[in-house]
């Protein structure tokens, strides 16, 4: 049972290019949630899913872009991408409202 | 809005020593607040999960209680080990729906 793995692990962007984490659960979760985590700082909420074909913005929304076409894939689109994005990805799911969240191991992303 | 802090940002204890790490939180209307652990470099990993409802939440030599009226939650490790040493972050859900509001975490050294 992998739980939720995201890809890639690490990955660096040039200012103005366009990438996509990915993101996938075994666990059969229907909430799906991307945050960013900058250093020093708690976890900011991007986007999150409650099913296939539903999706929301979280806190920080801005630059990025989500779809979720399948229960297991979440994945997060850069566009544009821009020095503030710098940051690491981590990428969650939940069986129910308010249950526990389990973490992806993250991605580290360097807009330069 | 609600707002998560996490005092002290860190703090270094001698092994055997127990740990205090505090959560506090300003809306006291919270659906349910969730502890993790943070390796460098490494994802979340689920600790405990404490519903509203409860008072505290125990596992093994973790021990979290719940003071919802002060706005208050208070992990306790036991007997601190070495590989205690991470960062802890606390997360509160402010409704049903489980959208979470998350602290900047305690970084904790323990030394032999």
């Known amino acids: 049972n992998a739980g939720v793995t995201q890809t890639p692990k690490f990955r660096i962007l040039k200012i103005g290019q366009s990438m996509t984490l990915q993101c996938t659960q075994d666990m059969n979760h229907n909430y799906m949630y991307w945050y960013r985590q900058d250093p020093g700082m708690g976890l900011k909420l991007i986007y999150y899913?409650?099913?296939?074909?539903?999706?929301d913005k979280g806190e920080v929304p801005n630059g990025y872009n989500v779809s979720r076409s399948t229960t297991e894939d979440f994945p997060l689109r850069l566009e544009l991408a821009a020095p503030s994005q710098t940051s690491v990805y981590f990428c969650?799911?939940?069986?129910?409202?308010?249950?526990?969240?389990?973490f992806g191991p993250g991605t580290r992303l360097t807009v330069t | 809005k609600q707002e998560v802090t996490q005092i002290p940002a860190a703090l270094s204890v001698p092994e055997g020593e127990n740990l205090v790490l505090n959560c506090s939180f300003t809306?006291?209307?919270?659906?349910?607040l969730q502890w993790f652990r943070q390796d460098p470099g490494k994802g979340l990993t689920s600790l405990l999960l404490i519903q509203s409802s409860q008072r505290e939440q125990t596992s093994g030599r973790l021990n979290a209680s719940l003071d919802k009226s002060s706005g208050r939650s208070t992990l306790y490790i036991a007997a601190s080990q070495p590989g205690d040493s991470a960062t802890y972050l606390c997360a509160v859900i402010p409704d049903s729906w489980g959208k979470f509001q998350f602290g900047a975490g305690t970084q904790v050294v323990v030394t032999p």
């Open positions: 899913s409650v099913g296939a074909g539903i999706t």
């Open positions: 809306d006291s209307a919270i659906y349910n």
């Open positions: 969650a799911s939940s069986s129910t409202t308010g249950s526990e969240q389990y």
